[in-house]
């Protein structure tokens, strides 16, 4: 007959044996408490004493092609429709001498070989004033003419040789002795003619014309001159100097 086994005591044992390592007490609950918040800074330390000694983060610029600013202020010479000049400080120079290219004043602009003067034609109210090369100026001796009145945007001008009204030459008209009538810059005299919008009048005698009265209305201005021959009333209409009427009485 087979002797008896004890297998209760041998479960017994084993159930014994773990029962250290997984019964819950109070030092295991305070133990794993104590790990559950010293065990965060244990790994920070680590990873603070251990890791690689430097890190360098590269950052990858990626260039964005830009479109082209288009610059309103450039002026455009007629006829050749290129730009030409410079305005209100747009650097646009082409057909130009760039090192010597400079304002005169509001409307003139030159550099060492030509004039331009400036002006808005019907399509210039959005892109800017248009560049017209003015025909047979000397740039060395270049000036604009100014009265008491008119000191800029009168677009007359002479140097040593003509006198322009716009970018025309005035034939006949004397440099030396060209003058502004302060009622309207389209009205100039020099010693030998008295001109209206740069046409010489030929029934006015330059060397005896003479302002007698101005008389200025909301409407405009009446001027009352003479000369030897005749009597006159010249109208220029308020809304527009440039628009100027000879009268003989």
Same mark, same amino acid.
């Given at each position: 007959?087979?002797?008896?086994?004890?297998?209760?005591?041998?479960?017994?044992?084993?159930?014994?044996?773990?029962?250290?390592?997984?019964?819950?007490?109070?030092?295991?609950?305070?133990?794993?408490?104590?790990?559950?918040?010293?065990?965060?800074?244990?790994?920070?330390?680590?990873?603070?004493?251990?890791?690689?000694?430097?890190?360098?983060?590269?950052?990858?610029?990626?260039?964005?092609?830009?479109?082209?600013?288009?610059?309103?202020?450039?002026?455009?010479?007629?006829?050749?429709?290129?730009?030409?000049?410079?305005?209100?400080? %747009?650097?646009? #120079?082409?057909?130009?001498? &760039?090192?010597? $290219?400079?304002?005169?004043?509001? *409307? =003139?602009?030159?550099?060492? +070989?030509?004039?331009?003067?400036?002006?808005?034609?019907?399509?210039?109210?959005?892109?800017?004033?248009?560049?017209?090369?003015?025909?047979?100026?000397?740039?060395?001796?270049?000036?604009?003419?100014?009265?008491d009145a008119f000191r800029g945007g009168v677009r007359l001008a002479k140097d040593n040789?003509?006198?322009?009204?716009?970018?025309?030459?005035?034939?006949?008209?004397?440099?030396? %002795?060209?003058? #502004?009538?302060?009622?309207? &810059?389209?009205? $100039?005299?020099?010693?030998?003619? *008295? =001109?209206?919008?740069?046409? +010489?009048?030929?029934?006015?005698?330059?060397?005896?014309?003479?302002?007698?009265?101005?008389?200025?209305?909301?409407?405009?201005?009446?001027?009352?001159?003479?000369?030897?021959?005749?009597?006159?009333?010249?109208?220029?209409?308020?809304?527009?100097?440039?628009?100027?009427?000879?009268?003989?009485?």
């Open positions: 007959m087979e002797p008896e086994t004890n297998s209760g005591e041998t479960g017994e044992q084993k159930t014994s044996f773990f029962a250290p390592l997984t019964k819950v007490t109070t030092f295991s609950k305070f133990f794993a408490l104590a790990l559950f918040i010293v065990m965060p800074f244990v790994g920070g330390w680590i990873g603070y004493h251990y890791a690689p000694e430097k890190v360098v983060e590269v950052e990858k610029e990626v260039e964005i092609e830009k479109t082209p600013e288009v610059n309103q202020n450039i002026l455009v010479c007629i006829p050749t429709g290129t730009p030409c000049a410079y305005y209100r400080g %747009s650097t646009i #120079i082409t057909g130009s001498y &760039p090192d010597s $290219f400079e304002k005169i004043d509001d *409307v =003139y602009y030159k550099d060492e +070989k030509q004039v331009f003067v400036t002006w808005y034609t019907s399509s210039d109210y959005v892109y800017g004033p248009s560049a017209f090369i003015v025909d047979g100026a000397d740039s060395a001796t270049f000036e604009p003419i100014y009265s040789k003509h006198v322009y009204l716009d970018n025309k030459i005035i034939e006949g008209a004397d440099p030396s %002795s060209i003058k #502004i009538f302060d009622f309207s &810059p389209r009205l $100039f005299a020099d010693k030998h003619a *008295v =001109y209206k919008n740069g046409v +010489k009048v030929d029934f006015i005698d330059a060397t005896t014309f003479k302002i007698n009265s101005v008389d200025e209305t909301l409407g405009g201005t009446t001027v009352h001159a003479s000369d030897q021959n005749s009597d006159y009333i010249l109208k220029v209409d308020g809304s527009d100097s440039r628009l100027l009427t000879i009268e003989v009485i």
